[in-house]
């Protein structure tokens, strides 16, 4: 096995909805979102089994935010992994909103 590893890039995937983290040409992860006015809500998070243990779902999560502050969007973090990441990432309090009733209505109708 070789001992160097594809530098993991993150890509924003807007047809589908999410960001995806790849190592070398393959897809280990995604975060999804969806959007409400100027808040991009995101619901979910994973990394493949094969790629678990390396970080990879934090530079995903924290290169998606940076995204989001770089579109002036605002972030609702539903999901539980970027909800525990930003209570350890305060640099993005400015730009995060709470999960309300309302947002989680709204995303629960948005995926049926």
Do not use: N
């Not at 190592?23 to 969806?34: E, H, K, M, N, Q």
């Not at 934090?58 to 209570?87: H, M, N, Q």
């Amino acid at each position: 096995m070789s001992e160097t590893q594809a530098t993991p890039t993150v890509r924003r995937a807007d047809d589908r909805h999410r960001y995806e983290i790849h190592v070398g040409d393959t897809r280990a992860g995604l975060t999804a979102y969806r959007d409400h006015g100027t808040q991009r809500v995101f619901f979910h998070t994973e990394v493949d089994d094969a790629f678990a243990g390396q970080g990879l779902a934090s530079v995903l999560v924290r290169e998606a935010l940076a995204d989001v502050r770089a579109l002036g969007l605002r972030i609702v973090p539903v999901c539980p992994y970027v909800a525990k990441f930003l209570t350890k990432h305060t640099e993005f309090d400015d730009i995060t909103d709470p999960v309300t009733p309302e947002v989680r209505a709204w995303l629960a109708a948005q995926l049926g």
